[in-house]
T-cell receptor, first 119, second 113 residues
Framework: ETGVTQSPTHLIKTRGQQVTLRCSSQSGHNTVSWYQQALGQGPQFIFQ???????GRGNFPPRFSGLQFPNYSSELNVNALELDDSALYLC??????????????????FGPGTRLTVL | GDSVTQMEGPVTLSEEAFLTINCTYT??????LFWYVQYPGEGLQLLLK?????DKGSNKGFEATYRKETTSFHLEKGSVQVSDSAVYFCALSPSGNTGKLIFGQGTTLQVKP
């Protein structure tokens, strides 16, 4: 067990609605990344937060947004849900790293995920 | 851009058989390489990693060697068990620490008693 927790476990929404997913990082980790894993596929990087600021973003539209709080927990918000947003959403936290100095990345530890179904 | 390609599954083996799951990558510079495992209904667990050429990552009997000359990071285990049945993902973290992981599509392993 990694110590990374996510809530809720499962969620069902309808097209056009908005959703907020939550993640608590492992103790001592100040970096949180979010990934989308469609059924039968590998996870796709959405974005990363480091000390409350976005620190890199994948190829996802602006309706995917995030926050990181002073305690390093994080939220993923998705507006105007589409059917293709149905997926497992994974949060990963990493150990304090010298990210801004372009040193080796901290290993990412994943939570169990939130299964989002959009009807 | 950077990418990871894994052998297609599913891979079905008998218990105690030898396992190889192929992984090749395309990346500039010197990425870090990882294998993650996902058991049914669970999130990803880090299995092993290697951060520079010729490094060998190992854990729980699994091994993988970072081969820069062939841009590969194949996963091996000498004797698989039923409990190894899961989906295995090869991943890279681009050099320069962009803070993201790029995953392959995953390979399902089924081990039969």
């Amino acid at each position: 067990e990694t110590g990374v927790t996510q809530s809720p476990t499962h969620l069902i929404k309808t097209r056009g609605q908005q959703v907020t997913l939550r993640c608590s990082s492992q103790s001592g980790h100040n970096t949180v990344s979010w990934y989308q894993q469609a059924l039968g596929q590998g996870p796709q990087f959405i974005f990363q937060y480091y000390r409350e600021e976005e620190n890199g973003r994948g190829n996802f539209p602006p309706r995917f947004s995030g926050l990181q709080f002073p305690n390093y927990s994080s939220e993923l918000n998705v507006n105007a849900l589409e059917l293709d947003d149905s997926a497992l959403y994974l949060c990963a936290s990493s150990s304090p790293g010298r990210i801004r100095l372009a040193a080796l990345p901290g290993t990412q530890y994943f939570g169990p995920g939130t299964r989002l179904t959009v009807l | 851009g950077d990418s990871v390609t894994q052998m297609e599954g599913p891979v079905t083996l008998s218990e105690e058989a030898f396992l190889t799951i192929n992984c090749t990558y395309t990346a500039t510079g010197y990425p870090s390489l990882f294998w993650y495992v996902q058991y049914p209904g669970e999130g990803l667990q880090l299995l092993l990693k290697a951060t520079k050429a010729d490094d060998k990552g190992s854990n729980k009997g699994f091994e993988a060697t970072y081969r820069k000359e062939t841009t590969s990071f194949h996963l091996e285990k000498g004797s698989v068990q039923v409990s190894d049945s899961a989906v295995y993902f090869c991943a890279l973290s681009p050099s320069g620490n962009t803070g993201k992981l790029i995953f392959g599509q995953g390979t399902t392993l089924q081990v039969k008693p």
